[in-house]
């Protein structure tokens, strides 16, 4: 695919081609593990790509085939969290996960090899997870002195179940792309090297449907478990679609207008 740069970052790589936006962790050498640095451009690309109209479904993947991501980079785990070239210690991918489940449009991990710790819970958060067949999924958090008890846990569970949401954090076992079809943690398993041909695939159908309906039902998965974020979102979905109303116009021009607003031949839907 002829894939054009967007921007250049010094951890991540990130580029367009006909609708799609791929982000790409691109620490090869540390199985793609992140650092502050890596979270912040993932921040910085997924808003870009967020904000940028030719964009409808985002790639997120780890460059090479051994490794979508392998979590935290413990050789930067300080105290308090991941220490970024500022010194200061963070868990910034935890802002990362919320943006990655807010952005109105779909996020499809692309897997191939390990998709670990941290790099595992990014891979959950995703709306769809396509995998290589060489992927290998888990977590190691109570292994390494760390653990994610937000997504990393509830999300887990609402996928695979509780038990085996338990049975993942508590042994750190690794699972094969088989079984992590299984149990429903990924859409599809695919050979290596038709990984990124299915997951464009997938894009482009995803690109050919409505972008409102789908902006409306990622909301809606949303709503079911995030509470009042996720009311908040699928609310502020129904103000946009307010807004584009004639209704809606004739409240604001009102105001603009300094005259009362005539409501009186908008329809009352019983
Ligand atoms: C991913 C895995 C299973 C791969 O194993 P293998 O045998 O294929 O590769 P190897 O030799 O372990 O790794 C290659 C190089 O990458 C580094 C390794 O240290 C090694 O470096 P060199 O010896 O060549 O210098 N590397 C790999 N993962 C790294 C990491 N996460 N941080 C720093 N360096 C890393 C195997 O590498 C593995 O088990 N990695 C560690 C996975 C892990 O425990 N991740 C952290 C979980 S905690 C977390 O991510 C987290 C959280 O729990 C809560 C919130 C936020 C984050």
Same mark, same amino acid.
């Given at each position: 695919f002829a894939w054009e740069k967007i921007k &250049?970052? /010094?951890?991540?790589?990130?580029? *367009?081609?006909?609708?799609? #936006?791929?982000?790409?962790?691109?620490?090869?050498?540390k199985r793609n593990a992140f650092t502050p640095l890596t979270v912040i451009e993932m921040i910085d690309a997924m808003t870009h790509s967020r904000y940028d109209d030719r964009i409808g479904v985002i790639? $997120?993947?780890? /460059?090479?085939? &051994?490794?979508?991501?392998? #979590?935290? &980079?413990?050789? @930067?785990? +300080?105290h308090g969290g991941? @220490?970024?070239?500022?010194? @200061?210690?963070?868990?910034? @991918?935890?802002d990362l996960q919320k943006l990655i489940r807010s952005i109105p449009k779909p996020v499809i991990a692309m897997v191939a090899g390990y998709a670990i710790g941290g790099g595992h819970v990014l891979h959950v958060v995703? &709306?769809?997870?396509?995998?290589?067949?060489?992927?290998?999924? #888990?977590?190691?958090g109570p292994k390494v002195g760390s653990f994610d008890g937000g997504f990393g846990a509830s999300y887990l569970a609402r996928i695979v179940g509780q038990k085996k949401a338990r049975e993942i954090w508590f042994l750190c076992d690794? *699972?094969?792309?088989? /079984?992590?079809?299984?149990m429903g943690l990924v859409n599809k398993v695919v050979p290596l090297e038709k990984l990124e041909e299915t997951t464009v695939e997938w894009c482009e159908k995803i690109?050919?449907?409505?972008?409102? =309906?789908?902006?409306? $039902?990622?909301?809606?998965?949303?709503?079911?478990l995030d509470g009042q =974020? +996720?009311?908040? /979102?699928?609310? #502020?979905?129904a103000t946009l679609l307010y807004y584009l109303s004639d209704e809606a116009k004739e409240g604001k021009q009102a105001f603009l207008e300094k005259r009362k607003p005539d409501f009186s031949k908008y329809p009352k839907f019983p």
């Open positions: &250049d970052y /010094e951890e991540i790589k990130f580029e *367009y081609y006909n609708g799609i #936006g791929k982000i790409t962790i691109n620490r090869p050498h790639i $997120l993947t780890g /460059e090479g085939p &051994d490794a979508f991501c392998s #979590g935290g &980079d413990q050789s @930067v785990r +300080g991941y @220490v970024g070239k500022d010194g @200061v210690a963070r868990l910034n @991918v935890l995703c &709306d769809l997870s396509i995998a290589a067949e060489n992927a290998r999924f #888990g977590q190691t690794q *699972y094969n792309a088989q /079984e992590a079809l299984d690109l050919e449907k409505s972008p409102i =309906a789908l902006r409306m $039902l990622k909301a809606s998965f949303n709503a079911e =974020a +996720g009311i908040q /979102e699928l609310a #502020g979905n």
